[in-house]
């Protein structure tokens, strides 16, 4: 409810909304600004002119297309605040990103600073134990997004590039050592327990298990443990932990840019490749269709799976060496796809 009756200011961009086909409320100008997804109404207008600035129509109107009733904005919210980058907007997207990596362990009533850590049979057991409350009851999709699009092409008889990873990435077989990872880190699971769980998941593509059998033993014998190395090292508290101790620059530019690759790649997806699906093609060849795309678990859509996809993307970017630079490549080659005439 707004505690005042509307400004002057408030009416006018009320009014320019609404001329952009929107329809937005005083009441929700106010909730937006007590929310810091838009300025505050001293920095609405051209201080030389007395107008309002063109950026914060354009941001009242994405609010008011992305508002429904009963429904979040979503990741929406956490771009507004990378783009602002004050300490006051990083605080809270700081706690929205560790939320969305949180929410799974919340809903079995799971409070991960409750699970023990250490090495002891006791400390383990609990941890497999709680591992095993995450995944019960729930039911794993037959196939993820890259799935989806294969069958299709397969369908239509139009060959794409051969994936580097599981045929998909939510097997039941997965399930298990994902979770009992997500609790207690890499040294909750063994390197041939997870092996053999990619196997199962995967059984037609023996040469991409070999060549990850052969690229950790060659890294073995030279005394480097790559599995040690994984951005999951640390399980949920190693992920945590990248967000905690990000500074603030860094944790906006990552959400600005884990967004903006988000936004233009579901324009690829969803709008140009059901009639060009040759873009599919350079999308899928390139590496960071497996380490971002499905790994992320892309979800082209505002709600708490959209939430999620864009967190696990921001830890990468702040735990992967090299990650954020393959991001901005990438992005690269989206931005040419995109740019190119539609058919």
Not at 41 to 61: F, I, N, Q, S
Not at 156 to 182: I, K, T, Y
Not at 250 to 275: D, E, F, H, S, Y
């Amino acid at each position: 409810m707004t505690r005042t009756t509307p400004s002057v200011l408030d009416l006018e961009l009320v009014a320019a909304v609404g001329q952009r086909g929107f329809t937005v409320s005083a009441t929700q100008l106010e909730r937006w600004r007590t929310k810091m997804w838009l300025a505050r109404a001293a920095d609405w207008t051209d201080p030389e002119t007395g107008e309002l600035r063109p950026e914060t129509v354009h941001r009242a109107a994405c609010l008011a297309d992305a508002a429904r009733p009963g429904r979040s904005i979503s990741w929406l919210g956490w771009i507004f605040w990378a783009i602002d980058d004050t300490p006051e907007t990083a605080t809270r997207l700081r706690a929205a990103v560790a939320g969305a990596l949180e929410r799974p362990f919340r809903r079995p009533g799971v409070d991960i600073s409750q699970v023990p850590e250490g090495d002891t049979d006791e400390a383990f057991e609990t941890r497999r134990e709680t591992a095993a409350r995450m995944h019960r009851n729930r039911r794993s999709p037959r196939k993820d997004f890259d799935g989806t699009l294969r069958e299709g092409a397969a369908e239509a008889e139009f060959d794409l590039p051969p994936s580097r990873s599981v045929a998909n990435m939510f097997h039941p077989a997965l399930m298990d050592p994902g979770a009992r990872m997500m609790v207690g880190g890499v040294a909750d699971i063994g390197f041939e327990d997870l092996m053999e769980a990619w196997e199962t998941a995967s059984p037609s593509n023996t040469e991409m298990t070999r060549l990850i059998r052969a690229a950790h033993r060659d890294a073995a014998l030279a005394g480097v443990d790559l599995f040690a190395q994984s951005p999951m090292a640390g399980g949920l508290r190693g992920l945590l932990r990248a967000v905690q101790e990000a500074d603030d620059r860094t944790l906006c530019a990552a959400v600005r840019a884990c967004a903006k690759g988000n936004g233009v790649l579901g324009i690829l997806l969803l709008q140009r490749a059901p009639n060009e699906p040759e873009i599919l093609r350079p999308l899928m060849a390139d590496e960071m269709w497996d380490q971002w795309v499905r790994v992320g678990g892309f979800a082209p859509v505002l709600g708490i799976g959209g939430e999620a996809a864009l967190a696990i993307s921001v830890v990468q970017y702040l735990l992967i060496p090299g990650w954020a630079e393959d991001l901005e490549r990438y992005q690269a080659l989206m931005d040419t796809l995109l740019a190119r005439p539609a058919v």
